[in-house]
């Protein structure tokens, strides 16, 4: 069966600090992987994601994220936190072809300090 | 721009209530899912569809039934509705086909019971 793991609930960093969220998944085939972010009140939006090709992927927002597939994760990353940033994000696995689940972590909820 | 529309964005019934969530997409998707969202667990797939009239169990079914009569709709029916399924719900239609796989979601549904 197909799940994730986000080890952190909440994180906080300084504003202008780095981040990087961690994100391991469990998947028997070829996943899809994504990164979605929900700020306060709002839907959940697609930052990420990876299919295949170059194991680091460039999203919205200036985050990136790096697939290893012998670490079974895809942690996402920003090199300076913006007091924007602040909301809960969320790793999901699905499978690679679609017509089937995708699974969402737990989430991780960041808090920005000035 | 793609649009998915669920019915309500707050919803308050009472214990051993029938109650239904409405789900309506625009993009002529085959995928469709609900999931409800809960701190710190989440989101849970609850059941997704991936044609009309076809519907597949997720990992959390047990209470809800679905209803796909339509393409562009999709129902989470609560048979009988109690304190534990209080949350918020949250409904998505997908994309599929590599570098277009992604998940679209409504703004969701609070849901209390009482």
């Known amino acids: 069966a197909q799940s994730v793991t986000q080890p952190d609930i909440h994180i906080t960093v300084s504003e202008g600090a780095s981040l990087e969220l961690r994100c391991n998944y469990s998947y028997g085939a070829t996943p899809y992987l994504f990164w979605y972010v929900q700020s306060p009140g709002q839907g959940l939006q697609l930052l990420l994601k990876?299919?295949?090709?170059?194991?680091l992927v460039q999203g919205i927002k200036g985050f990136e994220a790096e697939f290893k597939r012998s670490q079974s994760s895809f942690n996402l990353r920003k090199p300076s936190v913006h007091w924007s940033d602040a909301a809960e994000y969320f790793c999901?696995?699905?499978?690679?072809?679609?017509?089937?689940?995708?699974?969402f972590g737990t989430g991780t909820k960041l808090q920005v300090i000035p | 721009d793609v649009k998915v529309t669920q019915s309500s964005r707050y919803l308050v019934k009472r214990t051993g209530e029938k109650v239904f969530l409405e789900c309506v997409q625009d993009m002529d998707h085959e995928n469709m899912f609900w999931y409800r969202q809960d701190p710190g667990l989440g989101l849970r797939l609850i059941y997704f569809s991936y044609d009309v009239k076809m519907k597949e169990k997720g990992d959390i079914p047990e209470g809800y039934s679905v209803s796909r009569e339509k393409k562009e709709r999709f129902s989470l029916i609560l048979e009988s509705a109690s304190t534990n399924q209080t949350s918020m719900y949250l409904c998505?239609?997908?994309?599929?086909?590599?570098?277009?796989?992604?998940?679209?979601f409504g703004s969701g549904t609070q849901l209390s019971v009482l």
């Open positions: 999901a696995v699905g499978p690679f072809g679609g017509y089937q689940k995708v699974t």
């Open positions: 998505a239609s997908r994309t599929t086909g590599q570098a277009n796989e992604k998940l679209f």
């Open positions: 990876y299919f295949s090709g170059d194991t």
